[in-house]
Each structure stands twice: as structure tokens, then as C-alpha cells.
């Protein structure tokens, strides 16, 4: 892991002739110098994140016999991949599978609608689309928990009961609000002269979306497709009400089960954990900058 | 301490050809109607379900048969169920108890992290590894570690009301700290260092520094974080779900979970829609107080007069 993880803004410092003996940037910022209680601060939560961890790692370890008597901070005497393979065999590809495709499902469906809705509350300024962004200002604090039961009765209603699109479709609309405000956020900063020059040149509303907006709205876009990724890798109410049956049972669901299914093998149930946490680890290994980026770019200033 | 930027002469006259820009025509824009289908989809799938849990909030329904209107019945319930008012108590004290804990750990944390060194690079990236898993992986590896055969604490902490409650937040924390603390970094990052270097000037200190300097740029990031926060500490319904199912007792079924119980488990639909409605209504008065604190309204650049 390098220095690149944390895009370090550049151009911030200025040039200062003192001589060459230390790097010069040492002294420069109060939060280089070394602030000892601040460590030892981050030191203490760096245990509180790595003990459940190696807890969990530890205790999936650990042959079923010892696992009632064991306490799980202790390092397993003889290592065993069997609670592992219990779950592989227990259908953990498909649940994967499951959650891959209403992942990207939902990430679809957000980009495709909420790109022209922010790029139209963006450029135009009629009474239509502004009410139509404060219609999702105001969304935004709605739970998706606060519907579930209506929206239980319009899934049974349009026949969509216990499929995965019964996951995907309102999982995709509650990701909305939030693409909807990082979206027009990021759009607001493209200058207003590039579209003019744009305009001067006879392009198209569409042209433009494609050729200027997008493009320049890369920030933002990766911002909301890791945030509705999020959202549908973590929806459990959603899977919990609105399905039933192995067929579209994802993850999370799937997770809650082996609780029940595995009962008191509780290292089983930690490896599911551990292997449900995999694939998204892999994925932060992949695109930590992208991932990290967007994220950090939320807090604005 | 507030610094005002006065508006270059080329930000004015940008903010001119703006305006007469907007007059000029209305080629290349795009029509209103290109919002429509997210308009429509959101509509569909979250404004009319908001209705109809409003309409369903008068009825009696079991969730098999036909609603059947009862009037105000539901309502009524629910001003006199000690359980609701339990639960709305139960709901404020875990949500501002989860925003100080995570508030202070992560802007201490992201401020910290802002730094540049190696370690710290390394640091923040095993900090950020709780928030892969989903809060239900997380809730349920917690449900394990505090088992109390098994787990790390051979003592019932789930068991008891307060031991229940601080596992939540603790929880809640363990997973959402991270995120908050990468948003704080950002804003950390952002803060100009020539106001560090002019306090250091004048002989200030680390500590008055982090209080004269750092807390107050940091206040847009500290709402934007405490929106988050507050609007997200209703997803904790997994969390009460998993570790602790609202007990012991009702002593941690938090709202999500009061309105859950009510609709899957006793079936009684028009009850939970009366919860429902009154989480929608909270939630909008909520929405419209942040829009007012974050000024997510205003159609301005947030880099305007950079």
C-alpha cells in the first residue's frame, strides 16, 4: 500500500528556500509533526477493528469439537477448511450470483435515470424540473423501512413476488435521492461557458450529455455507482419481505439463514461471514483509490 | 472565524454571461421531459407507496383479504401504546448516542488520518476494511462474538437492557465510523494550511489550533456527516434484528423494528402503516430542517468564488 491510497492534493505548498538537510515538507503542516496521544488514539481503534477480525478468521478456523469450549481469541490448535467448504456446499455461489446481478442491476437503473434527471435540473430552470429535484431533496431522509408494507402490496399486485426484480426495482428507487443530489452537485461545477461554446457550435442537448457532461461528471458517476452498489450488496429488508424461496435469495438473506441452519456451529456461520465478505474485499483491493475517492468526496467542504 | 472571498472580476462577469446566457436561447438545453422516466419510476416505486401507507394507516388489513377502513382506530393505538412511546424514546437516545460516539471517534480519526505520512496511509486502509461487510455479516459475526458460551465476553451482555443498547451503538460504530472517518479526512484535507501556518505565527498551539482552526472549517463537513448519520441510524433495523430482536423485552425495538414486528409477525398491516406514516412524516420534517442546514437547495456551485 503506497502513498497514492489518499489523493494528496498537490500545489498547496509553496516554495521556501530553507536548505536541503531535512525534506522541507516535513516541518511544513502542524499535522505532519508527530501528535503522540492522536496515535495513540488511532492505535486504540486499530485494535477495536482488528480484534473482531481476527476473532472471526480465528474462530472459522476451528474444528466443530472445540468450537463450544474454545474461546475465539485463542489461535486455533490445528486449522481446519471444513466449516468452509459446509458453506461453499450450502449454494453460496448462487446466493453470490444473486447479489451480483441485482448489484448491478440497480447501478443500471440509477445511472440510466438519474443521469438526464440531474443533468435536466442542472440545465434547464422551468418550474418542471425543479420541483422535480425537490421531489427528491425531500426523499432523500425517507426510509426505505418507513414503505415496506405498501410496497409489500404492490410487488404481490404486479405479480413480481419472490423474483429478484422484487429486490432490484425498489432497492434502485431508494438509491435515487442521494445519485440524484451527488449527481447535480458535480454537474453544478461544469462551467456554464462550456456549454455555451457547445451551444455556439450546434450541438445537441444529447451530444453534449455524452460528449461534455459525463465525461466531467466521472467524480460524481463513480461516487453513485459505488453508492447504490453499496446499498444493494448491504439491502436486507428488501430480499427479507419481498422474497421467500431459495431461487432469489441473496446474500445477506442467505447469511441470516445459516444463522438458523448451522445453529449452534457457530464457526460455520462465521466462515459465511467471512466469505460473504470476500468478494467486496477483493473489490476494494481492485479499485481502493476509486472506491476510497468517491467516498471521501461526499463530506464536500 | 469566517473568510469572505470577494468575487474576482472574471467570476462577475462569468456570473453575467450567465444570465444573459439563460435569455439568450434555449438551444442546447435539455427539455424537462428527459426527467421523466426517473421521475416516474421514483414516483412509483416510493412516492405512491408513501401514500398508500398513509391510506392503509385508517384500515384494518391482515394482509390477505381486502382492506377494511377503520377510521382513526390505528392512530389512536398508537398515541396510546406504551410500547410506541417507548420506542420513539428508544429511537432519539440510540440515534444521538451512535452521533456522538461516531462523530468523535471519526473526526478525531479523519483529522488525524489527513496527515500524509506512510503509516498513516496504511492505518486508514485497514480502518476502512469493517465497512465491506454488510451490516447484516456484521451484526451477525457481533451476535457470535458476544455469545456468551462462545464468545469473546463469557458473560450475557445481549441479555441485559443496557448491555443490549451499547452493543447497538457500539455496533452501528464498529461498521459506520469508517466512512465517516474517510469524510472527515476529506474535509480535513481541504482546510488551507496558510490558516495553520498564520496560527502557528501567532504562537498557538496544537490544541487551540485543533479548536480555533480545525472544528470550525470542518462545520459543513460535520452537518453533511450528521445528515448521514441521523438519516442512516434507521438502518440500524438490521442490527436490532440480528443481534438482539428488539429485546430484552421491547428494550431495544427501535421504530423499523416496532412496525416490522407489527406487520410480519402479528399481521397487523394497518398498525404498522400508522408507524409507517408516522416515520414518513418525521423523516420529511427531518428532510426539510436539513435541506435548511445543508443548503442542498440552493442551485449554486459549491465551488462559486474559488
Known sequence: MSHDTLARPAKTRQPDGSPATRSPRRRRHWTRRANPVAGLGAFVWLVIVLIPIYAMLSASLTGADKALTGNPLKPPTDPTLDHYNTVLNSGFGHLLSNTAIVAVSVVGIVLALCIPLAYVAVRTRDRWSNAAFRLFLLGVAIPAQAVVVPLYLLIAKLDLYDTLLAVILPTAAFAMPVSVLVLVGTLRDVSEDLYEAMALDGASPLRVLFQLTIPLAKGGISTVVIFSALQAWNGFLFPLIFTQSDGPRVLTLGLFNYVSQFGVNIPAVLASVVLSGIPIFAVYLVARRALVGGLMGVGGK | ?306
Open chain 2, 1 to 306: 472565524m469566517t473568510v469572505t472571498v470577494e468575487k474576482t472580476p472574471a467570476a462577475a462577469q462569468k456570473e453575467q454571461a450567465h444570465r444573459t446566457g439563460r435569455r439568450a436561447g434555449r438551444t442546447g438545453r435539455p427539455h424537462a421531459v428527459w426527467a421523466l422516466p426517473g421521475v416516474l419510476f421514483f414516483t412509483f416505486f416510493a412516492v405512491v407507496p408513501m401514500a398508500l401507507a398513509l391510506y392503509l394507516s385508517f384500515t384494518s388489513w391482515d394482509g390477505l383479504g381486502d382492506p377494511r377502513p377503520v377510521g382513526l382506530d390505528n392512530w389512536r393505538k398508537l398515541l396510546d401504546d406504551p410500547r410506541m412511546t417507548q420506542s420513539l424514546w428508544l429511537t432519539v437516545v440510540l440515534t444521538v448516542a451512535s452521533w456522538a460516539f461516531q462523530t468523535v471517534v471519526a473526526l478525531l480519526l479523519g483529522v488525524w488520518a489527513a496527515g500524509r505520512q506512510r503509516n498513516r496511509a496504511i492505518l486508514s486502509a485497514v480502518f476502512f476494511v469493517p465497512f465491506l461487510l454488510s451490516s447484516t455479516a456484521i451484526a451477525i459475526l457481533f451476535y457470535a462474538l458476544l455469545d456468551p458460551n462462545f464468545g469473546i465476553i463469557q458473560k450475557d451482555t445481549l441479555g441485559s437492557q443496557s448491555g443490549a443498547f451499547l452493543a447497538i451503538v457500539f455496533v452501528g460504530g464498529w461498521q459506520f465510523i469508517p466512512f465517516h472517518t474517510l469524510i472527515y479526512q476529506g474535509g480535513a484535507r481541504q482546510i488551507p494550511e496558510v490558516l495553520y501556518q498564520a496560527a502557528a505565527i501567532d504562537g498557538a498551539g496544537r490544541y487551540r489550533q485543533f479548536f480555533s482552526i480545525t472544528l470550525p472549517q470542518l462545520r459543513h463537513t460535520i452537518t453533511t456527516s450528521t445528515v448521514l448519520m441521523v438519516v442512516g441510524s434507521l438502518t440500524y433495523f438490521e442490527t436490532v434484528l440480528i443481534l438482539t430482536k428488539g429485546g430484552p423485552g421491547t428494550d431495544t425495538a427501535i421504530l423499523p423494528y416496532l412496525m416490522y414486528e407489527a406487520g410480519f409477525k402479528t399481521y397487523d398491516f394497518g398498525y404498522a402503516s400508522a408507524i409507517a406514516s408516522f416515520l414518513v412524516i418525521a423523516a420529511t420534517g427531518l428532510s426539510l430542517v436539513l435541506v435548511r442546514l445543508t443548503g442542498f437547495g440552493a442551485m449554486r456551485s459549491t465551488r462559486e468564488g474559488m
